[in-house]
């Protein structure tokens, strides 16, 4: 496990990527990812949860009892993740009206209980936070990437501007949840087969 | 004290979760008005929007010169004579595909002609079911005549009804189960604005 923040980031944003190696936060992959703007958003809020609540994991750690460790780390997750819903209620409206019931599901997300469990419950706060916002911020980026395609080619729109020209046809699937799968599944090829063949590289 | 003790444990449990709630409904308890104040106005809006009523920069300003005296928290049938003409605001809940369609219907005096519709809150499909919220398919319905009391959500063409005359709008190409939903709640609120305007 790497302790530098550096050495850290890169694991989190690449080599250990918490979508795309971990395979985990997948449910929110396919529900939110059709519209640039909520998947921002969504990305914003995972980064925002993961990031306090591995923190204030790492700051209770001496006092959490082992019996209950986990349904703590629920409990603080479960904290931050209603202080989110609140706080975009009652500033942002509009985005909470469009998000809906999934920041509520920020709470079912892996990435966060395996960043407070792994990385949270042995190290440092500062260390704790930073892990936890650069994990959201490797969730982030894949999310973004696989939201591009689907707003693109189900809406033509990025970020809600029109961009593609009326007579090309939209792709219904796209807009809805099984086109995820297959782009998740598409990206999970391209990066596998780019980190074996740098490994296959470096090997030889 | 022993870490892993009973004892511990359960003092430790209850202080967590006591704090972290305490902390919960502060917050709640802060925000509330804000809440609130956003929904009333989102919900004033709607029904101005319906009734064909500009909502100006003051909404409430305009709701209560619009409708004085009826406060949303108490009827959900909103009547008001604007420019001389009749008109009647009802406020429909019903099932969609996925889940409750919330919204307010504007219709006139006789209901035999809608004015207007605005859809307030729904969770269908982005993009989809989703898209009866557009003004596109909102507008379909404004001025339609409906002597029949009654209106057909067409299987989705991508060709907008402009017809008021047809008793006829169209559906949402790819969200006919959600154009469906919206048949049967529409024309649920006509029957339901005649039974409770007709004893006036």
Redesign the interface.
């Known amino acids: 496990m790497a302790d530098r923040p550096a050495d850290i980031l890169k694991d989190n944003l690449w080599f250990n990527n918490p979508v795309f190696i971990q395979i985990l936060g997948i449910c929110s992959t396919l529900a939110v990812t059709?519209?640039l703007t909520?998947t921002f958003i969504m990305s914003m809020g995972v980064m925002f949860v993961t990031g306090f609540s591995s923190f204030t994991v790492s700051v209770?750690k001496t006092?959490?009892?082992?019996?209950?460790r986990m349904?703590?780390q629920t409990?603080?997750i479960a904290?931050y993740v209603?202080?989110l819903d609140?706080?975009l209620?009652?500033?942002l409206?509009d985005i909470s009206?469009a998000l809906?019931?999934y920041v509520g599901l920020i709470i079912t997300n892996c990435i966060i209980m395996g960043r407070a469990e792994a990385f949270g419950q042995s190290n440092g706060p500062l260390l704790s936070f930073w892990d936890g916002i650069t994990s959201g911020l490797g969730y982030a980026w894949v999310l973004m990437a696989i939201a591009f395609v689907r707003e693109l080619l189900?809406?033509g729109t990025l970020f809600g501007i029109p961009v593609l020209p009326t007579f090309i046809p939209r792709w219904?699937i796209m807009?809805?949840a099984p086109s995820a799968f297959f782009l998740m599944g598409g990206l999970l090829w391209i990066i596998k087969t780019i980190m074996l063949k740098k490994e296959a590289n470096s090997g030889a | 004290m022993k870490k892993d003790g009973f004892l511990y444990t359960v003092i430790f449990s209850f202080i967590v979760a006591f704090v972290f709630v305490f902390f919960l409904s502060l917050a709640n308890q802060i925000t509330k008005p804000i809440v609130e104040a956003t929904q009333k106005a989102g919900f004033y809006t709607s029904v101005l929007n319906a009734a064909g009523i500009d909502p100006g920069n003051d909404v409430k300003a305009t709701f209560d010169a619009a409708f004085p005296g009826e406060d949303p928290d108490v009827v959900d049938l909103f009547t008001t004579q604007w420019n001389g003409q009749s008109i009647l605001v009802r406020r429909f809940s019903g099932p969609g595909l996925w889940g409750t369609i919330t919204g307010v219907l504007a219709v006139n005096g006789q209901v035999d002609q809608i004015i207007g519709l605005e859809i307030i809150s729904h969770s269908e499909t982005p993009g989809l079911g989703g898209r009866i919220e557009e003004d596109w398919f909102k507008n379909q319905f404004r001025g339609e005549n409906i002597p029949s009391g009654r209106i057909v959500v067409k299987k989705g063409t991508g060709e907008v009804d402009n017809n008021p005359n047809n008793q006829q709008v169209d559906g949402i190409t790819g969200a006919s189960l959600t154009s469906k939903s919206m048949e049967t709640i529409i024309n649920d609120t006509i029957q339901r604005i005649k039974l409770e305007a007709g004893g006036n």
């Open positions: 059709n519209n909520n209770m006092l959490i009892p082992r019996k209950v349904i703590v409990l603080i904290f209603i202080i609140i706080l209620r009652a500033y409206p009206k809906g019931p189900g809406f219904t807009v809805m």
